[in-house]
């Protein structure tokens, strides 16, 4: 397809075992994002990709979260040692921005709604 | 502060009506950029439409009007005759300039509009 798929689209886990989180953006796009929602608020950043360097890592909540973008195209997030609180829909989206201009909007996937019991 | 206020949880619309969306913003970025997304309860999010701050004429596409008045730093989305697919969490959004040379987007907390038949 030709939009953001990630994968997978639900994730149940046991408190303190590790998730990984798969985004595979729109082709050709260079910015990548990753977003927590918790139920009924809005996206919250957790990090940005441009190609495959991480600029931006200040959302992401504790030395837990951990994210990867080794090629510049699907990225991973991982989250180790998981906790009840880290409930939550967990968005990818990606951009052209900034390989053209400034109004270029995020394109979403679907998500990945992550349980932990 | 917020960044990003919308202060109608939820709206109610008869169909065929038109609804506006409050959402304001703060920022001293001079170079911004405000979006509207959708989000319908399968969870995906649909970008509406844009503003860049530079903009001298209030963004439009289709139904969809954004009211940009930059000095009281509003940014209202108009949904003109509502239909009853329009139902679905709305989200107001601002991308901004960070003090690393980046950028990111904030999100405000969404209003829920269900259109009436």
């Known amino acids: 397809g030709a939009g953001v798929s990630q994968s997978p689209r639900y994730k149940v886990a046991k408190r303190g075992q590790d998730v990984a989180l798969r985004c595979d953006p729109i082709?050709?796009?260079?910015?990548l994002f990753w977003y927590q929602q918790a139920l009924g608020q809005g996206p919250e950043f957790l990090t940005y990709?441009?190609?495959?360097?991480?600029?931006?890592k200040s959302g992401l909540p504790s030395d837990r979260f951990f994210a990867e973008r080794p090629e510049g195209s699907v990225s991973t997030l991982k989250i180790q040692r998981t906790q009840q609180e880290d409930s939550a829909v967990y968005l990818c989206?990606?951009?052209?921005?900034?390989?053209?201009?400034?109004?270029?909007?995020?394109?979403f996937g679907d998500g990945t709604r992550l349980s932990i019991l | 502060a917020q960044k990003i206020t919308q202060t109608q949880p939820g709206m109610f619309v008869q169909e065929k009506e038109a609804v506006t969306l409050d959402c304001t913003y703060d920022?001293?970025?001079?170079?911004?950029?405000l979006f509207w997304y959708k989000q319908p309860s399968s969870g995906e999010m649909i970008f509406l439409i844009y503003?860049?701050?530079?903009?001298?004429q209030n963004a439009t596409e289709g139904r969809y009007s954004l009211n940009f008045q930059k000095a009281r730093k509003s940014a209202n989305l108009v949904i003109s005759a509502s239909q009853l697919g329009d139902s679905a969490m709305y989200f107001c959004?601002?991308?901004?300039?960070?003090?690393?040379?980046?950028?990111?987007?904030?999100f405000g907390t969404g209003t829920r509009l269900k259109v009436l038949a």
């Open positions: 989206a990606s951009s052209l921005e900034p390989k053209t201009g400034r109004n270029q909007p995020q394109h």
């Open positions: 082709s050709g796009h260079v910015s």
């Open positions: 990709f441009q190609n495959e360097a991480q600029l931006d």
């Open positions: 920022t001293s970025d001079p170079s911004y950029g």
């Open positions: 503003q860049g701050s530079y903009d001298q």
């Open positions: 959004a601002m991308r901004e300039s960070t003090t690393s040379g980046t950028y990111k987007y904030i």
